[in-house]
């Protein structure tokens, strides 16, 4: 029972191990867990788990094997359980008539009901963490506007028992999950993991060889040799897009390494909408007195410095590849070129995503960047951004 | 056995007491994590109390070695009296200079043993200290003796989430994640600290700390020590709870809010949301 319990764990991607399963035998022994379910469960959750973003998923895990509980929603699995006339009625509410002619360009109800449910399924999730998903793309047929989540539950109980044996059917922990976008409160935990990639900077220490060496010379005689402290000498250089579909991301965004200044001495920032040009900009607010040539950035800042570009790719393919395919202006050169610049005066760079993965390949301009970033492209979650940390630290 | 409860100081969930009582009686550290200011660093105190077992702690900075939990050899000192003919020079063990691990292995008697915010340290903070944790031994090169602990010590650990811990470490630790206290549990508290305070001033300033938390923009939420704190100001200052009703958009800012907001951003923050809310109010 308990063996099949550790499977399914590893299974759900908690990396628990012989030690650990070991330990939670040995408790129940010594009769810490008293023969309360309740208890067993405290004390699983505290030999098992090591890292509070996998609190939920221990949580669903032990339900499923110790209730045979129905998968809670938010599974990939759980696609198929949202009803299909819930979802009409969700369309209906969701659509203008305009926009329901546009279904029939997109290959008829069938399909978009599809794309609505898988759509439903991952939000589900990720509302949780604060962002709003539908509806940011502009091209979305879902609409712009007033799409709210929150009120709809599916399958879950109103009236929740304060027990303990409840706590896992509720999953309170459920925004801490790592594979969730980034809210607000996800933000800190994501912010610590670049201050990892940030220590890996310049590691000079105390030098002892050197005061031997030194003491040696001068035949035994004490002879102190310092050296400075270690600092931290990443530098950042942080790419935003702003504006348009990023609205509900930039602000998030922009926290996220406004916040991460305290860590590194080196963080300049600068605006962009949707693909990079000739011109950047530091403050949108006065954005016509901070424009920035990016041939001045290019000039100003080293290829020593780490560019990360963050923003949701999501626009005419134009705007990449052709001349004047800008929204704002008419650009020379296009937005391919800016970024081959970009990207190979920089030795290291890469783009955060804040929309989810999986939703890149219905944006031709997402792959598109992608490639041109040559695969360096991540989302903007918890586990994206320490890929992206792993491959700048590189 | 006689474990660890919630006591009138300090209220302690269930699974926070299966987890201590767990890690105490298979002798393993208990790592804690959570929020700022929900008692993590007041869990050891009161284990500690709990258990009966005097207390050390160990607050760890981003300079700390693991070695200095240990014992530190001060080969500089050593060097110069060496230079300067002090007959202190030949025994080597006279600049062992001994660490809290060290202090708490001796100990005639069990002690609780903190190890406080682990994660300033160095990323490989934790991994220098498996074996000794693990064993509860250590080996002094200087001298060749092995520290053994004559009693195993309770070792509770926290973490800021700062960095992220090595698996071979963590395996070896119970785990608990103190969550944000809901409002029941927060009444309880409040209860414990203040036990003469007014009902309705107690209920008043929870429903203006619970708002405060919900607003989403907060740079720094309040925590649990942040509303002690305040309603500890509340009750010098002998404020009647009728000021507290947020619902005067006059007093949306908390009076007293220093203690609950914590940096200039926020209180800005909370002026143009009290601003805001007049505007609506004409």
């Known amino acids: ?394 | 056995m006689a474990g660890f409860r919630s006591t009138e100081t300090y209220i302690a969930s269930r699974d926070l007491e299966v987890a201590v009582n767990a890690a105490v009686a298979l002798q393993r550290p208990l790592l804690v994590k959570g929020e700022p200011g929900t008692g993590k660093t007041v869990l050891a105190h009161e284990v500690a109390r709990a258990l009966g077992h005097p207390l050390i702690e160990w607050h760890i900075k981003s300079t700390t070695k693991a070695q200095q939990g240990l014992y530190e050899y001060d080969a500089v000192s050593r060097l110069r009296d060496g230079q300067l003919g002090d007959p202190r020079v030949h025994d080597i063990s006279n600049y062992i200079v001994r660490g809290k691990l060290w202090d708490a292995f001796e100990a005639e008697k069990p002690h609780v043993l903190l190890i406080d915010e682990i994660d300033k340290a160095d990323i490989e903070f934790p991994n220098d200290l498996l074996l000794e944790l693990d064993r509860m031994q250590f080996f002094v090169y200087e001298t060749r003796q092995t520290v053994v602990a004559k009693h195993r010590p309770v070792v509770i650990i926290t973490s800021n989430n700062e960095k992220e811990l090595p698996d071979a470490f963590l395996r070896r630790c119970f785990f608990h994640y103190i969550r944000f206290p809901d409002r029941e549990t927060m009444e309880r508290i409040v209860q414990a600290h203040f036990p003469d305070i007014k009902q309705e001033l107690a209920r008043e300033a929870l429903n203006v700390f619970f708002q405060v938390r919900s607003v989403t923009e907060l740079k720094k939420k309040p925590a649990t020590s942040e509303l002690l704190d305040w309603l500890k100001l509340l009750m010098i200052e002998d404020l009647p709870p009728e000021v507290l009703r947020s619902s005067d958009p006059k007093t949306a800012i908390p009076p007293l809010y220093g203690a609950l907001l914590k940096n200039e951003q926020d209180v800005h923050l909370f002026e143009r949301l009290a601003f805001l809310s007049r505007q609506r109010q004409r």
């Not at chain 1, 009803?83 to 969700?90: I, Q, T, V, Y």
């Not at chain 1, 509806?135 to 109103?158: K, L, M």
Request: with cysteine; net charge neutral.
């Open chain 1, 1 to 394: 029972m308990l063996a099949h319990f550790i499977l399914a764990l590893r299974t759900a991607g908690i990396p628990a191990s012989i030690t650990e399963y070991l330990t939670l035998l040995r408790g129940m022994k010594e009769g810490v867990a008293d023969y309360s379910v309740d208890d067993f469960y405290h004390l699983s959750r505290a030999a098992l788990v090591k890292d509070e973003r996998h609190l939920d998923r221990f949580d669903r895990v032990f339900g499923e094997v110790f209730k045979g509980l129905e998968p809670p929603e938010g599974d990939p699995g759980a696609e198929a359980a949202i009803p299909e006339e819930w979802l009409r009625k969700m369309v209906e509410k969701l659509l203008t008539e305009e926009e329901k002619a546009q279904i029939e360009a997109l290959g008829g109800f069938e399909k978009l009901m599809e794309t609505l449910k898988q759509r439903l399924a991952e939000q589900k999730g990720r509302h949780q963490g604060g962002s709003k998903w539908i509806g940011t793309g502009g091209t979305s047929p879902f609409g712009a506007h007033g799409y709210n989540p929150e009120g709809v539950r599916i399958g879950q109980d109103e009236s929740r028992h304060r027990r303990a044996v409840k706590v896992w059917d509720k999953r309170e922990f459920r925004d801490l999950d790592g594979d969730i976008e980034i809210g607000t409160r996800n933000m800190k935990l994501a912010l610590r993991r670049l201050r990892r990639f940030a220590r890996q900077g310049a590691a000079t220490e105390l030098d002892l060889p050197d005061t031997i060496r030194a003491t040696a010379n001068n035949a035994g005689t004490l002879d102190l040799k310092m050296v400075p402290e270690r600092h931290n000498t990443v530098k950042v250089l942080l790419f935003l897009d702003i504006g348009g579909s990023m609205d509900d991301h930039v602000q998030v965004c922009a926290e996220l390494f406004s916040a991460a200044r305290a860590e590194f001495k080196h963080l300049e920032h600068f605006y962009f909408h949707n693909c990079p040009y000739e011109r950047l900009w530091r403050n949108n607010r006065r954005r016509r007195e901070s424009e920035v040539s990016t041939w001045e950035v290019l000039r100003t800042y080293g290829p020593d410095y780490k560019a990360i570009f963050v923003g949701d790719a999501a626009m005419s393919p134009y705007e990449i590849i052709q001349p004047g395919g800008s929204v704002e202006h008419w650009n020379e050169e296009t937005g391919q070129v800016w970024l081959h610049r970009l990207t190979g005066h920089f030795r290291r760079s890469a783009w955060l995503n804040p929309m989810p993965e999986a939703a890149w390949g219905r944006y031709q301009s997402a792959l598109l960047l992608h490639r041109l970033m040559e695969q360096r492209m991540y989302p903007l979650t918890l586990g994206g951004i320490e890929e992206m940390t792993r491959e700048l630290s590189r």
